[in-house]
């Protein structure tokens, strides 16, 4: 078993690995590498100004986030420690297609911060989740106008049947602590499940928490709504900002998949679908989601001065 570990984290990386390399050769194989190119090489610099700082904001409602989970769980980290390891995580996930990632990363570092394992590794699971509840809640609502623009196409019921199982997956977790499931709970791993699910849901009835949470998170979202309409902006695109809300709140809960490297392939094909029934071209869609993803690499390498500074010790695969 201890050597079987290893291997399946390899086998799984590699299918990621393969996943995002087989859609973007797919993409660039249907489409107009020139017209790409010359999309990507005319984008007027001027408006990422407004990309970076809007993902400057998402860092610190990210870090925010966090910090708020991490005192549900009462404990207590400093915002400057928080935002650090936010960053290391940031660099792990977008730079570092590894077994080691951003998560793992924070947890570990968390730990050396002082606090204990298992508070470490619930803080960033909670988080996780949380953010992903809030963005379950803007692509529920979501899916009525995504109907009207793609209509009942394979990629429409791809994402509402994506949106359900999340919310059996939200339903599961939140009341998983329950008389039914007592007599498993001296198990290791359901006992850890246990007080996650006993933490998810006091955040949940904590209204002062809840709402903290709920918005960092909706600020995490339109952030990254508002960096892929800024980018669109740039590419002389003429798609309105609730039209980019509509496509990137689904292409958002697809990416939040883990399957693979950092969401590359995946996002395109489905900003690539999505836009195209909103009537972008394939070749823009494709082109904003290829910077989309170079803004999320270039922001986060001050990541590797923290880590760096950290003093460069890692988790063991």
Not at 142 to 167: D, E, K, M, R, Y
Not at 195 to 206: D, F, M, P, T
Request: charged letters at 10%; hydrophobic letters at 55%.
């Amino acid at each position: 078993m201890a050597t079987r570990k290893p291997i399946l984290k390899r086998v799984f990386l590699f299918a990621k690995i393969v996943l995002s390399a087989s859609l973007l050769f797919f993409l660039v194989t249907q489409l107009d590498t020139e017209i790409i190119r010359d999309l990507i090489l005319t984008a007027d610099p001027v408006w990422f100004v407004l990309v970076f700082a809007l993902y400057f904001a998402q860092i610190l409602a990210a870090t925010k986030r966090w910090s708020h989970v991490i005192e549900s769980l009462r404990h207590h980290i400093s915002f400057g420690t928080a935002f650090r390891l936010t960053m290391v995580g940031q660099f792990f996930n977008q730079c570092l297609p590894s077994n080691i990632g951003g998560d793992a990363m924070r947890m570990y570092y968390l730990r050396n911060a002082g606090i204990d394992t298992p508070v470490a590794i619930s803080s960033v699971l909670l988080d996780r989740i949380m953010g992903l509840v809030v963005l379950i809640v803007l692509a529920t609502v979501s899916l009525p106008f995504l109907a009207n623009h793609i209509g009942q196409s394979i990629a429409f019921v791809g994402v509402a049947t994506l949106v359900g199982l999340c919310w059996g997956g939200v339903l599961i977790l939140l009341f998983f602590d329950n008389p039914l499931t007592q007599r498993f709970r001296g198990h290791k791993v359901l006992g850890f499940l246990f007080g996650l699910s006993k933490s998810a849901r006091e955040i949940v009835l904590h209204p002062g928490i809840a709402s903290r949470i709920f918005l960092s998170s909706l600020v995490i979202h339109l952030c990254s709504v508002g960096i892929a309409w800024a980018i669109d902006k740039s590419l002389a695109g003429e798609t309105s900002f609730g039209l980019y809300l509509i496509a990137m709140v689904p292409t958002l809960l697809v990416v939040s998949i883990p399957v693979s490297i950092a969401g590359w392939g995946v996002r395109e094909q489905a900003l690539v679908i999505i836009l195209g029934g909103m009537g972008v071209t394939s070749a823009h869609a494709f082109s904003v989601s290829i910077l989309f993803g170079a803004v999320l690499i270039v922001g986060s390498i001050p990541g590797v001065i923290f880590w760096l500074r950290s003093g460069r010790r890692t988790a063991q695969d």
